[in-house]
T-cell receptor
Framework: KNQVEQSPQSLIILEGKNCTLQ??????????LRWYKQDTGRGPVSLTI?????NTKSNGRYTATLDADTKQSSLHITASQLSDSASYIC????????????FGKGTTLSVSS | DSGVTQTPKHLITATGQRVTLRCSPR?????VYWYQQSLDQGLQFLIQ???????AKGNILERFSAQQFPDLHSELNLSSLELGDSALYFC?????????????FGEGSWLTVV
């Protein structure tokens, strides 16, 4: 079964600290992996998208990594800011139909001062 | 601003009623997606259209239907509404129906069924 599992479910960190969010998937065949940031009650905003051949992709203070062999991805946030408080969603594209987007349930990050 | 416009932003209706949610994709985008997000739940894929044709179907109930019009805007129709249908409904668009393009989400339509 195609699944995307994210951990931790929630995380609280102090402003200025770094953190890493994890995403494990069982989607096959794999097409690409995306990370989205979703503020409460708002639409998700794309952070990164990586294909099979990409190991790392950065977007400002956000760096995503992908290990297609172990089917794991991580999102590293550097020097966190209060505005980073949001839900971070891992989305894997693939599956038998080739176009399915399978969403993780997200990690809720709270950055406190 | 993602460029994807959804209306209405908020909607309150009674059980058994029918509502229509509207979505205008980003200019030039041919593919439209609909998602449902219930409280404390992840995004659930409902359906995708590409240039007017249904491309993929997810966990969409038979009481729900959607279409994409020649001008590429899309509507999601929800009928015989139940309390459990209360959720945030997102529309998203991308340039093609393929899997490699960035998908842009609208701000959502909050539906409350009472």
């Amino acid at each position: 079964k195609n699944q995307v599992e994210q951990s931790p479910q929630s995380l609280i960190i102090l402003e200025g600290k770094n953190c890493t969010l994890q995403c494990n998937y069982t989607v096959s065949p794999f097409s690409n992996l995306r990370w989205y940031k979703q503020d409460t009650g708002r639409g998700p905003v794309s952070l990164t998208i990586m294909t099979f051949s990409e190991n790392t992709k950065s977007n400002g203070r956000y760096t995503a990594t992908l290990d297609a062999d172990t089917k794991q991805s991580s999102l590293h946030i550097t020097a966190s800011q209060l505005s980073d408080s949001a839900s971070y969603i891992c989305v894997v594209s693939g599956g038998q139909a080739g176009t399915a987007l399978i969403f993780g349930k997200g990690t809720t990050l709270s950055v406190s001062s | 601003d993602s460029g994807v416009t959804q209306t209405p932003k908020h909607l309150i209706t009674a059980t058994g009623q029918r509502v229509t949610l509207r979505c205008s994709p980003r200019s030039g985008d041919l593919s439209v997606y609909w998602y449902q997000q219930s409280l404390d739940q992840g995004l659930q894929f409902l359906i995708q259209y590409y240039n007017g044709e249904e491309r993929a179907k997810g966990n969409i109930l038979e009481r729900f239907s959607a279409q994409q019009f020649p001008d590429l805007h899309s509507e999601l129709n929800l009928s015989s509404l139940e309390l459990g249908d209360s959720a945030l409904y997102f529309c998203a668009s991308s340039g093609s129906g393929g899997t490699g393009n960035t998908i842009y989400f609208g701000e959502g339509s909050w539906l409350t069924v009472v």
